[in-house]
């Protein structure tokens, strides 16, 4: 547990820093794609201080210089594969992006989707020392948290105290000061595979970057296609990425569950590759120009062009109905919903006041999804995009980049997270001594 | 297909020319770097070294003796005619000479040498003309020494020497070793004693410390060390008054300004002791 305080500490530290320097690169490792935005921070925003506006959730401070986007290789349900390949993906986008902002980047921030990220709730009690509460009190309250038992070979990626409770009065944003005597405290705890981290971090520390932060891809993709009252009466974000979809509930400007399902646009381009007989270029282009999920009358009409370059003159001029082609579609995607929809089940979706649900990512983008998801999920529906922010160009305005907006919003106002408090004197060595002392005095 | 993605080397070189201080060494510090080391190189090689000192002399020494910059003629100004022959005398330039070789300072160093010379000016005019313009020292004074005699201006400094007193019987002497350093002073007390300007024969100086003024008939007036004038003036308005100085006194005494002293001449006293004796014999009787 220290030694995760340790890194988590350190990268904070770094991304600190870099936002003093003023640069700072945003990297979203996908399945498909590798997106990468470079953020410049102003300490002069340009914008008056007024009545209505506020910090605006700390966008006003920075600016997007550089954006780029390449496509992933070595990654898979994503993770990384092979490294050589995902440095080699992560330098080209790193590279696009620098060269467009016109600046050198040290830090970066990472965002993965893969590591088959797991939520844990945790809820500690601890009584107060003394009647109001401070630093230490929260310290020891976040302490008392009983960590369960989440395997070896994982890691915390987030820890985030998402309500306090003094004495009856629950959900608390902030109790220092506040007068009681049992300070309650839940904690949200998402952790990831460690060699899928490592591996990541193998992939930056090779392209010479140093690493600011890591995020979960689900996590920031609500963070910015969520709008803030969903984001605050309860809501769950799905980003239907290209090897994964994220799935990320909020409440309370909380994430309280993060989930990752393993099935994306990837196989619904390998679904119709197989079906078709086609290449997976091919595939993807017949998806992405003519994929949908709901058929009509006239898409048995519509003939599509199939081609291909094998010289059987047959073979080469195959020609599918855009129907036969929905066909194909729809049930990966529903498989896909469905198993958001289990997901949702079971992490209670339904016992949130506002059930709310954000479709986002490039599947979000397939015509007639928002009819299709519906009758899987329920009312309350809607295809979100990412936040406008500042300088962002217009290619990477996309619901496939919620992720990497997302980012931004997450290096300019990260959550607090568990590190970010105090340490509870009695794990500190230095204290110890102080407690000694306090205990031979109560005691002679 | 070709790889999209930059080799490790050339992604870490494109980041280091994105890195501001490596652009600006490359703008600004790696041309002076070039450029010196092509220099130091050159310059390592000791007969290039002075091919080019020499190649550099011979083009200055072209430059230098230009028409445009040659002097001909040195043009001696204001001054009498003696004076002129020792400033030629002294310089012995030999013209026609480049003005680069000219040192003005050093000409006016040497003119203002001369005794005769007060101040200088050196200038180069145009037409190859080096004008020496001259302020000469006026003689005030004649000093008598051991030597000869010496005409100084009014400061003390020696004008020239002259062979004998009446050649310039208009100036005043100064007597005494040491009296050139008091001229200001000596001249002065000679404006003061202007009444008694034709009696007056010269001023002579005791112990290089105060002035006797000598008049005819080998009278003296002894003046005090400090504030002579104040002395020279109550003699002045004794002799106004009284007529003292027609009396017959051999010096009056001012050394001390407190307690002045007439010195009669031998006859005075031996009137004054007949007139005395008479006297005690008159009430003797």
Not at chain 1, 104 to 121: K, N, T
Not at chain 1, 276 to 295: C, D, I, N, P, Y
């Amino acid at each position: 547990m220290t030694d995760l305080y340790e890194s988590q500490r350190a990268m904070r530290a770094m991304r600190r820093a870099a936002m003093q320097r003023g640069v700072i690169a945003l990297l979203d490792v996908g399945t498909s794609k590798i997106a990468c935005l470079i953020l410049r921070f102003d300490s002069a925003t340009g914008l008056p201080e007024g009545e209505g506006i506020g910090a605006m959730a700390g966008q006003s401070r920075f600016r997007v210089i550089g954006a780029a986007t390449t496509r992933s290789r070595g990654v898979e349900l994503g993770e990384s594969c092979a490294i050589q390949e995902t440095e080699r993906a992560i330098r080209t986008a790193v590279q696009a992006a620098q060269k467009m902002a016109n600046v050198r980047v040290d830090h970066v921030i990472a965002c993965l989707s893969g590591g088959q990220p797991r939520s844990y709730g945790l809820a500690g009690t601890v009584l107060v020392d003394g009647d109001v509460v401070d630093e230490q009190d929260v310290a020891r309250a976040l302490a008392s948290c009983d960590v369960p038992d989440y395997g070896l070979e994982r890691d915390i990626l987030h820890a985030q105290p998402v309500n306090f409770a003094l004495d009856h009065r629950s959900g608390l944003t902030d109790p220092r000061g506040q007068i009681g005597q049992r300070l309650a405290c839940d904690m949200h705890m998402l952790t990831v595979d460690t060699s899928v981290l490592q591996n990541l971090i193998y992939c930056l520390k090779r392209c010479d970057l140093e690493l600011a932060g890591l995020a979960s891809s689900a996590y920031m993709s609500g963070m910015s296609a969520l709008v803030e009252d969903e984001q605050e009466l309860g809501s769950a974000c799905i980003d239907l990425g290209g090897g994964t979809t994220g799935l990320s509930i909020f409440i309370k400007k909380h994430m309280i569950y993060a989930d990752s399902i393993r099935m994306g646009g990837e196989h619904i381009t390998q679904d119709i590759s197989k079906g078709l007989q086609v290449s997976t270029a091919v595939a993807e282009r017949m998806k992405t120009f003519h994929g949908g999920v709901v058929a009509t009358g006239m898409d048995d009409r519509e003939l599509i062009e199939i081609g291909g370059e094998t010289g059987d003159w047959e073979h080469d001029r195959r020609t599918v109905s855009r129907a036969e082609l929905i066909g194909i579609m729809r049930p990966r995607v529903e498989e896909i919903l469905e198993e958001v929809r289990e997901r949702l089940d079971a992490a209670g979706f339904e016992h949130l006041p506002s059930q709310q649900i954000v479709l986002t990512g490039g599947g979000s983008q397939i015509p007639g999804l928002d009819r299709l998801a519906p009758k899987i999920l329920g009312q309350g529906i809607r295809i979100g995009r990412p936040l406008r922010v500042q300088g962002l160009p217009q290619a990477v305005t996309g619901a496939a980049f919620a992720s990497a907006v997302g980012l931004s919003l997450f290096a300019s106002h990260p959550q607090d997270e568990w590190w970010d408090f105090e340490m509870p004197t009695d794990r500190n060595a230095h204290r110890s001594f102080k407690r000694a002392v306090r205990w031979f005095r109560d005691n002679w | 297909m070709r790889d999209p993605a930059p080799s490790r080397l050339a992604y870490r070189m494109n980041r280091l020319m994105l890195t501001p201080r490596f652009r600006t060494f490359l703008r600004y510090g790696l041309p002076v770097l070039i450029v010196a080391s092509i220099g130091a190189f050159w310059a390592s090689d000791t007969d290039r070294r002075e091919d080019a000192s020499d190649r550099i002399a011979e083009l200055r020494r072209q430059i230098q003796e230009r028409p445009e910059f040659m002097v001909r003629m040195m043009a001696v100004e204001d001054v009498t005619e003696t004076v002129a022959v020792d400033i030629r005398s002294i310089l012995a330039i030999d013209f026609p000479q480049s003005s680069f070789d000219l040192d003005l300072d050093a000409i006016r160093a040497a003119v203002e040498t001369l005794d005769a010379v007060e101040s200088a000016a050196v200038q180069i005019r145009g037409g190859g003309v080096l004008s020496i313009d001259v302020t000469e020292r006026v003689p005030a004074i004649i000093w008598r020494e051991a030597e000869g005699l010496s005409l100084l201006d009014r400061d003390g400094h020696r004008v020239s020497t002259v062979a004998m007193r009446s050649d310039r019987s208009d100036l005043p002497l100064i007597v005494g070793q040491g009296a050139h350093d008091a001229v200001p002073e000596a001249l002065n007390l000679i404006a003061l004693s202007a009444p008694i300007a034709p009696r007056l024969r010269g001023l002579l100086r005791v112990g290089e410390r105060r002035w006797d003024l000598v008049l005819d008939r080998d009278q003296r007036i002894q003046l005090p060390e400090s504030d002579p004038t104040t002395a020279l003036k109550k003699v002045i308005a004794l002799d106004g008054a009284q007529d003292l100085l027609a009396r017959d006194i051999a010096a009056i005494d001012f050394r001390n300004p407190r307690r002045p002293v007439l010195r009669l001449t031998t006859g005075a006293i031996d009137a004054m002791t007949d007139i005395e004796l008479t006297e005690t014999r008159d009430t003797l009787r």
